[in-house]
C-alpha cells in the first residue's frame, strides 16, 4: 500500500519511539504440534469418557490435570475466542510423564494402535492396511511430537494470535488455555498493555503491511515479523491500566471501548489531532 506523505510521516513518528519487540522481555512461541490430533485432541464427550474410566478417585485427579482445554487458531478472536469445547492430551516428553500411571489415558491412545502413535517415521502394514507413524524423534508413543519445554508459559498471563488470519485478532487470556500449532503466544512483560496496542488502530494503521498477505487477504503472523515491530514501552502502573480495560472489553466488547482504548494509546504517543483523524478507527470484519 502506497502511504501519504502524512500517513509516511505519523509512521516514521510512531516507529521513532518504539523498542523493536525482539528487545523487549518477552517470548514468542509456536502454539503445540502434536504430530497425530485425531488422537490428542478430544472433545468433551471422549474427555468425560476417559475421566469415566478411571479406576480411583487419584487416577481422575491426575487425568483431569492431563487434558487440558485447547484453543485451535480458528478459535481466536479479537479480544476474545470461540471455545469448541476440545480439549488436549499434554503429554508433554519435557514432563516425563509415566503413562502407567495414567490407565485411562493409555487404553484410549491405544486404541489409534500403536503403530500410528510410535514416533519412529516407519510404515507399517496392519491387516493389509499400510499406516504410517509419526515422524522421528527421541519421544515417546504416548507423548506429543514437541518436546514443549515452556509448557509453564501456558499457565502465565499471554497474548494468543492464529499464525494465518485476515483479521489481525489478539486475545489476552488469563484461564491457561492451550493452543495449537496453528497459533503463537507471547508470554513476559507488560503483556496487557501489548494485547492492546496489537489490537489498536495505531497498530493496524502502521503495522498490518509489515506482515505478508498471502492468497485471499490473508496476513502471516510469523515471530520473525513480529521481533522488528517496533512498540513504545511503558510502566507497569500503565501496564495495570491496559490491564483493567483489556479484561473489561474482553467481558463484553463494545466498539466504544475499542476506541477508549485507541484513545489512550494516542495519548502515550501524543499524536496531534489531525494525526488522530487520519488513522481514525480501523477495523477489520
Not at 476417559?50 to 487440558?68: M, Y
Not at 469445547?85 to 499434554?90: F, Q, T, V, W
Not at 496487557?192 to 502471516?220: H, I, M, Q, V, W
Request: glycine share 6%; charged share 30%; hydrophobic share 35%.
Amino acid at each position: 500500500m502506497i502511504l501519504s506523505p502524512i500517513e509516511q510521516s505519523i509512521k516514521r513518528k510512531i516507529e521513532a519511539v518504539g523498542t523493536p519487540l525482539k528487545d523487549w522481555d518477552i517470548q514468542i512461541n509456536y502454539g503445540i504440534k502434536t504430530g497425530y490430533n485425531d488422537a490428542f485432541i478430544i472433545d468433551t464427550a471422549k474427555r468425560d469418557e476417559i475421566l469415566a474410566n478411571c479406576q480411583s478417585e487419584d487416577e481422575r485427579k491426575r487425568t483431569a490435570e492431563l487434558i487440558r482445554p485447547i484453543l485451535r487458531g480458528r478459535d481466536i478472536k479479537r479480544y476474545g475466542y470461540n471455545w469448541a469445547g476440545l480439549y488436549l492430551i499434554a503429554t508433554f516428553p519435557s514432563r516425563h510423564y509415566d503413562i502407567e500411571q495414567y490407565p485411562a489415558v493409555k487404553e484410549y491412545l491405544l486404541s489409534f494402535g500403536i503403530e500410528r502413535l510410535e514416533q519412529t517415521g516407519k510404515e507399517h502394514n496392519v491387516n493389509g492396511e499400510k499406516i504410517k507413524a509419526r515422524k522421528k524423534t527421541s519421544n515417546k508413543w504416548f507423548e506429543t511430537q514437541d518436546s514443549i519445554s515452556y509448557w509453564e508459559d501456558f499457565s502465565k498471563p499471554k497474548i494468543m494470535y492464529p499464525n494465518m488470519t485476515k483479521y489481525l485478532p489478539f486475545y489476552y487470556d488469563e484461564k491457561g488455555f492451550y493452543q495449537n500449532d496453528k497459533s503463537f503466544m507471547i508470554t513476559g512483560a507488560h503483556v496487557s498493555y501489548l494485547a492492546a496496542f496489537l489490537n489498536s488502530s495505531l497498530f493496524k494503521f502502521c503495522f498490518r503491511d509489515n506482515f505478508p498477505e498471502l492468497l485471499g487477504g490473508t496476513r502471516e503472523l510469523r515471530k520473525i515479523f513480529f521481533d522488528k515491530t517496533p512498540v513504545l514501552q511503558v510502566s507497569d502502573y500503565t501496564n495495570g491500566i491496559f490491564r483493567e480495560k483489556v479484561n473489561a472489553i474482553q467481558s463484553n466488547y463494545t466498539k466504544e471501548q475499542a476506541k477508549e482504548i485507541d484513545t489512550l494509546l494516542f495519548d502515550l504517543y501524543n499524536l496531534t489531532d489531525d494525526e488522530r483523524k487520519i488513522i481514525g478507527f480501523v477495523e477489520i470484519v
